[in-house]
């Protein structure tokens, strides 16, 4: 089977038979589901993990002129909404060994302007949050505005650190249900927050955001079934085989780009377009909420399945990664040269970031990134590959994978 990280890596067929089932209803009723750990505390479903940020800053006033410190070992999902907000982006460098920011960074970046720091757990891996919350609570007894903590838990779903779950830490968190995430509705996003005070308005932002347009819910839910179809045909016999140019076209890459210029799937995340409030902050779908609560209920499963595969590489690679990471990251010689190497095998590995804040070649003074601010994630991003855990990986597969990648790692 082959392996794409990227794309709807844990679909399996009941949730394909959903997807069409609600691609033939006209209406569902509304379900409240709820996310592991969080079942007593008021969910927040948005389009997107960038609406979600969107939402949370608008809630608590953070506005013009502000800053907001994040690391710069990210995704420009981050930053988006801070800039739909004119928030400027502080950039905080990471710890080399956990790909999270780094405490010492934090410290060095707080002014007088600073609100929030958002804390990404990279791949799954838990942050330092309890000595950077500890530190923020001591910076903000001689403050009139509260720096707030969010935790940024697009990469982690159903994980604990030390009995809490990841999420119950900050002040406010949110999740990503995007295409590539532990759980997918191809897109989505969910927010919580762990005060009530800030629950109460969130829920005065969350009310006047619109309902998802009907073209776009449909798109969301025919994106699995287009996908799991492009997967079964994409190294189907090389179209074009015998042409000197075309060679390498496979009907699976045909099948993208055709469906990519009909617009039925499309980027997470485009260099050129930063988009907008207006075109992107929706309430997610009632029939995306039956897709998500659908894999919801397999929640353990999935999670074991890679806390088992990061295991498997981690003894394998002799390295100290464990848990249920959404993506295994290791540091290599020549990434792409790697990448192309498991492709031959029918692995598509990722590059979560190969740039500070991805799509790399994105214009760094748009999202105001300097080079040479941030050294450790300047390094990593030159070396980085992301391997897949989701379900299509069996731990056979894990051992070829390491057995190609093995002799690359620095
Ligand atoms: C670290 C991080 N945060 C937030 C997001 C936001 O996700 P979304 O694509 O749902 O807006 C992403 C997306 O990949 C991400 O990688």
Redesign the pocket.
């Known amino acids: 089977m082959p392996v794409f990280i990227s794309s709807i890596p844990t679909i399996e067929e009941d949730d394909l038979k959903l997807c069409k089932e609600l691609l033939s209803k006209n209406d569902v009723d509304d379900i409240d589901v709820k996310l592991s750990g969080f079942e007593d505390k008021k969910h927040f479903y948005t389009n997107?993990?960038?609406?979600s940020?969107y939402t949370i800053l608008k809630a608590l006033e953070i506005t013009k002129g502000d800053e907001v410190i994040i690391q710069s070992f990210?995704?420009m999902?981050?930053v988006v909404p801070l800039k739909w907000l004119d928030i400027k982006p502080v950039y905080a460098d990471i710890d080399q060994d956990t790909y999270n920011i780094s405490f010492e960074s934090i410290k060095n970046r707080i002014t007088d302007k600073t609100r929030a720091v958002i804390i990404?757990h990279?791949f799954g891996i838990p942050a330092q949050l309890e000595k950077i919350k500890e530190y923020i609570d001591e910076v903000n007894k001689d403050r009139d505005k509260k720096i707030y903590l969010i935790e940024?838990c697009?990469?982690c779903l159903n994980i604990k650190k030390e009995d809490k779950y990841l999420g119950s830490f900050g002040d406010v968190s949110f999740f990503?249900?995007?295409q590539?995430?532990v759980v997918s509705t191809t897109?989505?996003?969910c927010i919580v927050s762990n005060n009530e005070k800030l629950e109460k308005k969130m829920e005065e932002v969350y009310k006047n955001i619109p309902n998802m347009p009907a073209r776009t819910v449909k798109y969301n839910l025919r994106y699995p079934l287009l996908w799991n179809f492009i997967k079964k045909v994409y190294y189907k016999p090389k179209f074009l085989a015998n042409s000197k140019y075309f060679s390498k076209f496979t009907f699976g890459k045909f099948l993208i780009i055709l469906f990519r210029f009909l617009g039925l799937i499309k980027s997470?995340?485009s260099i050129n377009d930063f988009g907008s409030p207006q075109k992107g902050v929706f309430k997610l779908s009632c029939k995306q909420k039956h897709l998500l609560k659908n894999q919801l209920d397999k929640i353990e499963r999935l999670s074991k399945h890679r806390e088992k595969i990061t295991d498997k590489y981690s003894r394998l690679l002799d390295l100290d990664l464990h848990g249920s990471l959404i993506r295994y990251p290791i540091l290599v010689d020549y990434p792409d040269l790697v990448k192309s190497k498991l492709q031959k095998i029918k692995v598509i590995a990722g590059n979560?970031y190969n740039y500070p804040v991805i799509p790399r070649g994105i214009d760094l003074d748009k999202v105001e990134y300097t080079i040479g601010t941030c050294p450790n994630t300047e390094y990593i991003v030159e070396h980085i590959l992301n391997l897949p855990t989701g379900l299509e990986v069996t731990g056979k597969e894990a051992e070829k994978i390491v057995h190609i990648v093995k002799s690359h790692l620095i």
């Open positions: 997107t993990g960038r609406a940020l990210t995704c999902a981050v990404q990279t940024d697009a990469h990503s249900f995007g590539d995430k897109q989505g996003g997470q995340a979560w």
